[in-house]
């Protein structure tokens, strides 16, 4: 099976923090997304990447930076985590193509106090 | 710019009870539209992809159907166990999805 793993279920940080969210799949995929799930508001695309040490901005970029070093690993980093920064974060990759489906892991719910 | 609806945003049944749960697109050009299972705390589940106006694939209770503008998704005598928030998202010119908002389901005994 597939498998998208983030490293940590629940988080809680204070204002100002510099958090870094973990994200590691198993299959090879060249494809790792970051998105952001909040009530009424769906899954929106924060940042995404197609190969190691590239990366393109989604539909809410400002305030989040991301990090891909290897072709495993895509990490979402909150530079100054702010109170509206509290929320489900979902981690996903795929093949290039993006064919038969993308693959999220279980998500990392953040609070910001 | 991608736009997906889905209708309605919550649906209650009776175990045993058919419906279908609605998803309507505007795309530039459709790569693939995509239904996924989410449970309640839990990342979304991949359920079926479809590509080009017509197809139709079967998991089970659920029958995904597409056409020029929108897909269904059937849920044939639907069980509490399927229960959950069903997403739709669509793939056009990028590499990324653009989702929904969803539609909560909530099947009762």
């Known amino acids: 099976d597939v498998k998208v793993t983030q490293s940590s279920r629940y988080l809680v940080k204070r204002t100002g923090e510099k958090v870094f969210l973990e994200c590691v799949q198993d299959?090879?995929?060249?494809?790792m997304f970051w998105y952001r799930q909040d009530p009424g508001l769906g899954l929106r695309l924060i940042y995404f990447?197609?190969?190691?040490?590239?990366?393109e901005k989604g539909d809410i970029p400002e305030g989040y930076s991301v990090s891909r070093e290897k072709k495993e690993r895509f990490s979402l980093i909150l530079e100054s985590a702010s109170t509206n920064q509290t929320s489900m974060y979902l981690c996903?990759?795929?093949?290039?193509?993006?064919?038969?489906?993308?693959?999220f892991g279980s998500g990392t719910r953040l609070t910001v106090v | 710019e991608d736009q997906v609806t889905q209708s309605p945003e919550a649906l209650r049944l009776q175990e045993g009870e058919s419906s279908s749960l609605n998803c309507s697109y505007t795309?530039?050009?459709?790569?693939?539209l995509f239904w996924y299972r989410q449970d309640p705390g839990k990342g979304p589940e991949f359920l079926f992809t479809?590509?080009?106006a017509g197809e139709e694939k079967e998991k089970e209770r659920l029958k995904a159907t597409l056409t020029k503008k929108e897909s269904f998704l059937h849920i044939t005598a639907p069980k509490p166990e399927d229960s959950a928030t069903y997403l739709c998202?669509?793939?056009?010119?990028?590499?990324?999805?653009?989702f929904g908002k969803g539609t909560s389901l909530l099947v009762t005994p």
């Open positions: 996903a990759s795929s093949p290039l193509d993006g064919g038969y489906g993308y693959t």
């Open positions: 299959m090879d995929h060249e494809n």
């Open positions: 990447s197609y190969d190691v040490k590239m990366k």
């Open positions: 795309v530039s050009g459709l790569r693939g």
């Open positions: 479809l590509y080009s």
């Open positions: 998202a669509v793939q056009s010119s990028g590499y990324a999805l653009n």
